[in-house]
């Protein structure tokens, strides 16, 4: 029994009423809204502003890893060299030369073997007779580590 304003409103039918819902029923099942695809923006953001630092962090520290390595090799072979030889080596290119290093390393903040900075021996651990050869050996990069020290001083 259908009462006349249920007939006017258009809610009187049962036909009429499983069609709006089939209707409301796709339109909903067909996509997301708005709101849902704002959100899921917002949280896709989030995560990359976390992520991102964390990401960058880690190949610096990766970077200064490998550089603090290839420091202590290259004095261990400088203090190698002058056990054996009872002298330092007059460069670099000479601990690769005599075979204690297979390669100089590349310096992985500047990218180049060419700009380790070479000190030489001061002349109080010189004998007499001898050349001051290389005693310690830094790297040429510029700019500052993770911990704040500059590159110069590792």
Known sequence: MKHG?????GCGGAPRGENALARDT???????T??????VMTLIGLLVGIAL??????????????????????REAIDEYHTDKGEYPPALEDLVTV???RALP????????GTWQIEYA???MVDEGQIAGVFNVRSGAEGEGL?????SEW
């Open 106 to 113: 590349q310096d992985p903040i500047s990218g180049s073997d």
């Open 147 to 151: 911990n704040g020290t500059p590159y």
């Open 122 to 124: 001061p002349w109080e």
């Open 26 to 32: 796709l339109r909903r099942s067909s996509g997301f």
């Open 53 to 74: 630092p964390a990401y960058r962090d880690a190949t610096q520290r990766a970077k200064e890893a490998t550089l603090r390595e290839d420091l202590a090799r290259m």
């Open 5 to 9: 304003f249920q007939e006017a409103a």
């Open 99 to 101: 075979g204690y290093l």
């Open 34 to 39: 708005l709101l849902e695809l704002i959100v």
